[in-house]
């Protein structure tokens, strides 16, 4: 578990700076660089997502049961990955109306895929590390927004609709996709047991 924590401690702390510390990042920019920040950002963020994966692993069997969710909450966490994997596309393509209607679609994102698998997963490891991602997400998007000048955030980019479109069937492919094999190679398990 300790190397679960640590993990977690190394990679959301990094993505935490502007949370805690506003002025830590453009301090360190000045002093050493851009270029300089960006790597140990990434250097920090690859050793913890390293570590949680390892310690993940090694402490999801042997950690102790706090809760037992019912067997249909598999399902909502299906339902609800499926919105988490269309919000991750909308992230990462051109802008569509969605993500000026969402604003923050990767902080959703990550907020429901803590949260689904929250309602899926009692044992300690799992709650520590999606109670983790989901503290982290709600914290970060109140920072945003705190962050923005008084009484509004900025207009957020929109485009056509043939952009969300193609969010969503992208989404829903990687959905389809770690439904039927990716989660259970990736993981060891599969989400769906029939």
Do not use: C
């Not at 990462?92 to 803590?114: C, E, S």
């Amino acid at each position: 578990m300790f190397i679960l924590i640590v993990g977690l401690i190394l990679f959301l702390g990094i993505h935490s700076v502007r949370i805690v510390a506003p002025g830590f990042r453009d301090r360190m920019i000045a002093e050493r660089g851009e270029n300089a920040w960006k790597g140990i950002y990434t250097l920090v963020s690859f050793v913890g997502f390293g570590l949680i994966i390892w310690g993940f692993s090694l402490a999801r069997f042997l950690a102790p049961i706090l809760y037992t969710p019912p067997m249909w909450m598999a399902h909502v966490t299906l339902l609800l990955m499926l919105f988490s994997f269309i919000l991750l596309a909308v992230y990462g393509m051109p802008a569509g109306k969605i993500k000026a209607a969402v604003k923050h679609p990767m902080l959703l994102a990550v907020k429901l895929w803590a949260f689904g698998h929250l309602l899926a997963n009692g044992d300690l490891a799992s709650v520590l590390l999606f109670g983790g991602f989901l503290v982290w997400a709600v914290a970060d998007r109140i920072s945003v927004k705190r962050r923005a000048p008084v009484g509004e955030e900025p207009p957020a980019e929109t485009g056509p609709v043939r952009n969300d479109i193609a969010a969503i069937v992208a989404g829903t492919v990687v959905y389809l996709l770690f439904v039927w094999k990716l989660h259970e190679w990736l993981f060891g398990f599969p989400p769906v047991v029939l």
